[in-house]
């Protein structure tokens, strides 16, 4: 059972936050993905990997199994990027990258080679997937 554990500030933008909350209760009941995970939402336009490098997204999948992986994101440039693209492909591709991550995530619990192409693949199939199921609801 996949058991995503989201993590909000106040400050956080609830309409987001909800989104974000939906598409998750949805991949949950897909079965996808196994275990437990950390997600972390700040509002800073960035986060830092274990470099110190600015990152749009951080996943830390730690040697010791039996800790539980996380996954940060920053919500900081999300009104430009609604300003740039709209608000529903904004929101489309914070969710994408979010799934991009979580097929890292499966990567790391089979101890294999983290495949960006192959796990970005896959999250856009599944953001479409998503996008015709919430069509569906209306």
Known sequence: MFEPKLWTKPTNTKWLVKEISQYLDWI????????????FLTNAKFVYDLS?????????????????SSLYFPLGDIFRTISRRGKENAVCDWLQYLTLFLYDY???????EFNSGLNNDLADKMIYEYIDFKKNQL
């Open 28 to 39: 949950i009941k897909k079965g996808i993905f196994d275990g437990e995970i950390n997600i």
């Open 52 to 68: 110190a490098r600015k990152r749009e997204g951080n996943f830390f999948g730690p040697f010791d199994k039996s800790i539980i």
């Open 106 to 112: 499966v990567d790391w619990q089979e101890d294999r």
